[in-house]
């Protein structure tokens, strides 16, 4: 299986490290389109017109996105903060450096996508933000990354960790995209839960690369996989409340017309 992250609005800064080297990153079939976002990015500087531009406050430090080019970089992995990031360094210390890592893709609106491996400077620049000469982010992307990942995914479970502007940036119809999501059970009522979703969906990321349970590629290997890791969690909330999965429940795959298929998989929690 393959897993698919967004970014984070959180990162940790590095203070030291090479700069950036566009021609390095994975999938170089994607570096003059990365090019051309740093060099749009770049002139929007860091005042009210780029904060603007950005949808972000007017405190927002915007003067990373004027170095982009000579600011100290790190990888993806350990740039990345956020609770989904942590989590996952939480369930599973180490996991960024296990084999399981190269199944992790991490999309960004920056770069389209990444590999947790790749070297990259602090930046803000989400994917459904309207640039420039560009438009909307998602809508940019979708065309380069459909050319540039179906080749390598095409056929392939993708467990899709993944938020709306960042999944509109690859629907992947020619691969079977199982969609994470998950549900708070109470009362007999169901809701959604969209922060602490994002800390249960790293920790299930931690555990798959910690247990091998990413090499599966088969239906009922991926759902035994998914299982056991969703199991075995048990997360706290802010009020020292203590959440845990009572079912895995998963929707019926519906076919694309480009071969592929998508389907939801909800994790149950109380």
Not at 43 to 63: C, N, Q, T, Y
């Amino acid at each position: 299986m393959l897993i698919w992250l967004p970014p984070s609005e959180g990162k940790n800064a590095p203070v030291q490290g090479p700069s950036l080297d566009v021609h390095t990153l994975s999938r170089s079939g994607l570096t003059e389109d990365r090019r051309q976002v740093l060099s749009i990015l770049s002139s929007l500087g860091d005042g009210p017109d780029a904060a603007a531009v950005l949808k972000v406050g007017g405190r927002i430090d915007l003067s990373v996105n004027t170095v982009l080019d000579c600011a100290p970089c790190a990888p993806a992995s350990s740039l990345f903060t956020g609770v989904l990031y942590e989590a996952i360094e939480q369930s599973a210390p180490g996991a960024w450096a296990s084999d399981g890592a190269s199944h992790i893709s991490i999309f960004s609106g920056l770069f389209g996508v990444l590999s947790p491996s790749d070297v990259i400077p602090d930046h803000r620049l989400a994917m459904g933000v309207s640039l420039p000469e560009l438009g909307v982010l998602s809508t940019w992307w979708a065309p380069r990354l459909d050319e540039t990942l179906s080749a390598e995914a095409s056929e392939h479970i993708i467990i899709d960790g993944r938020s709306g502007p960042y999944r509109a940036a690859c629907k992947a119809p020619w691969a079977r995209v199982w969609e994470l999501r998950v549900e708070r059970e109470a009362d007999g009522k169901r809701s959604v839960i969209s922060h602490d979703a994002k800390r249960w969906r790293g920790a299930i990321t931690g555990l798959l690369l910690a247990s091998d349970g990413y090499q599966a590629e088969e239906t009922s290997a991926a759902e035994k996989a998914l299982e056991e890791a969703a199991y075995s969690l048990s997360l706290g909330d802010a009020k020292g409340h203590e959440h845990r999965v009572t079912d895995v429940e998963y929707g019926p795959e519906k076919q694309t017309k480009k071969g592929g298929s998508t389907r939801t998989v909800t994790l149950v929690t109380h």
